[in-house]
């Protein structure tokens, strides 16, 4: 459940950009986890519904969860494509070696106070 | 696109337009804080002129006792210190420390993974044990666990998965980020394989499937089968670490 770990690190990040922009209450975060993160999102949910509630400035925020593919570029032919999940074989020679770019992202990307 | 605010907000009607709240552009890992205390690790670790390896697998497959091996066959020509990470007890510290060489034993009292505070703290525990500041080598041996470590850097060159015979082949297939985030994957207790059905090749195929980068080796530390190819991968990468020859980063 390291996905704990990494709610609490939001809520540090959250607290202090609360304090930078001087705002009270955190409506809605957007974060990018990438499908080879290692993150389990619902587990990431999860733990930030338990955390989020103990804290005033972030009771009640809605997570907003976005996936961004990843990049699999072929060893042979170095074809590249943008897939979610990664595929069997390189469709231009069937390679079977492909080599994963990004995907691993988990990025607080934007949010919304007041 | 919210058609009120601006925003990257699918959900548009959710969010509120009062003219309080405010939509802030972050774009900045979670791991930010993590990377940049691994990155601080690394310098650390360079300054002492020691390669760090970072070693991920499940509860069992046999870290400790590739260690104690590792130790016995390279005393006296490489200067080795240890990093332990468990949830509780100082079992494993006390078997490295039992072969001579400087260990720190950091519990993570429940935490399922080590991070780069927990290092840079042991770090500088391990300097002040005997010979715990001049080294060539560390391991850092973290938590017997194939999922959560692999997302934390903490600052090493080389990141090293082992997956034993008696847990199966299908590791890379079930846990990918372990084996796309390393350099090197250990097949360990080779010596058990007429008793489990491990096909090598495999295991070997599947981890390479998700990342073709990776070096293999299969190896029983207690036979000694296939142990000098991980010995020779440990001389190179300590020989080449004049600032110039570690091609580790991932």
Known sequence: MHEM????????????????????????????????????????????????????????????IINSPATYQCIQCGYRQLLPVRPDHCPECDETLLIPEGGDAIILNQVEME | MCDSCGCDLTNSHNHSHDTNSRVIEVHQSLLAANDAIAAENKAHFEAMGVVAINMISSPGSGKTTLLEKTIERLKGKIRIGVIEGDIETDRDAQRIRAKGVPVVQLTTGGACHLDAAQIHKGLHLLEKEPGGDKLDLLFIENVGNLVCPATFNLGEHQRVVLVSVPEGPDKPAKYPKAFISSQIFVITKTDLLPYFDFPVDEARADALHLNPRLQVMALSATSGEGFEAWIDYLQIIVTGNNKSGIQAES
């Open chain 1, 5 to 64: 770990s990494l709610v609490q690190a939001l809520l540090t990040q959250l607290t202090t950009l609360a304090a930078e922009h001087k705002k009270k209450r955190v409506i809605t975060v957007t974060l990018d986890i990438g499908p080879l993160s290692g993150v389990v999102i619902d587990s990431f949910q999860f733990g930030f519904d338990i955390l989020s509630a103990e804290d005033s400035l972030t009771k009640g925020a809605k997570l907003i």
